[in-house]
């Protein structure tokens, strides 16, 4: 199986501020890595698909980079419904793997 | 846009099988989206993909749970549905259907399924 690791497990940050998370893989995956935000007691959602195509609804302060083995996301500018917890999750070889996730917290 | 049900029993017993059915409206399980996929998440922790099963009927699973699971579709009632055999109290989880074009697009909302007697 792919390993999938992110950092860091928790984030404090504030309103307005920019703020970067990382995914990392176990082996290359090109570009098959999708971010997903998951409010608490809901679905998670696609943000983030192709490692940095922005998924059609998703707002524009998301972007995504990075191929291979190394990602990242970024939020341009914190905004109070992003307080959430964030998975990676690759799709280049079964079975489909998630990071443990991140949780974005108000700081 | 296409909206994800699931639904069954909340309560299964250790060593029975769990059993749940995923709704599919303003979509086809028979066309469109090309996987149709069981993801779990124990209460407190991360998700798991459990499997798939593509448009064209083939099925992939999880390893880890390869053996107990079965991912099937009813075209005629526009469903697809999870079954897991010989479940114990790790099986606990919330249980989400998801579709996609190439990875887990939409998603239901989850439902909870407990394993105790």
């Known amino acids: 199986d792919i390993q999938m690791t992110q950092s860091p497990s928790t984030l404090s940050a504030s309103v307005g501020d920019r703020v970067t998370i990382t995914c990392r893989a176990s082996?290359?995956?090109?570009?098959?890595l999708a971010w997903y935000q998951q409010i608490p007691g809901k679905a998670p959602k696609l943000l983030i698909y192709k490692a940095s195509s922005l998924e059609s609804g998703a707002p524009s302060r998301f972007s995504g980079s990075g191929s291979g083995t190394e990602f990242t996301l970024t939020i341009s500018s914190l905004q109070p419904d992003d307080y959430a917890t964030y998975y990676c999750?690759?799709?280049?070889?079964?079975?489909?793997?998630f990071g443990q996730g991140t949780k974005v917290e108000i700081k | 846009q296409v909206q994800l049900q699931e639904s069954g029993p909340g309560l299964v017993k250790p060593s029975e099988t769990l059993s749940l059915t995923c709704t599919v409206s303003?979509?086809?399980?028979?066309?469109?989206?090309?996987?149709w996929s069981w993801i779990r998440q124990p209460p407190g922790k991360g998700l798991e993909w459990i499997g798939y099963i593509y448009n064209s009927g083939s099925t992939q699973y999880n390893p880890s749970l390869k053996s107990r699971v079965t991912i099937s579709v009813d075209t005629s009632k526009n469903q697809f549905s999870l079954k897991l055999t010989s479940v114990i109290s790790a099986d606990t989880a919330v249980y989400y259907c998801?579709?996609?074009?190439?990875?887990?697009?939409?998603w239901g909302q989850g439902t909870l399924v407990t394993v105790s007697s």
């Open positions: 303003g979509g086809s399980v028979s066309s469109g989206f090309s996987y």
């Open positions: 999750q690759q799709y280049h070889s079964y079975p489909w793997t």
């Open positions: 998801a579709t996609g074009y190439s990875t887990l697009d939409y």
């Open positions: 082996q290359s995956i090109s570009s098959w």
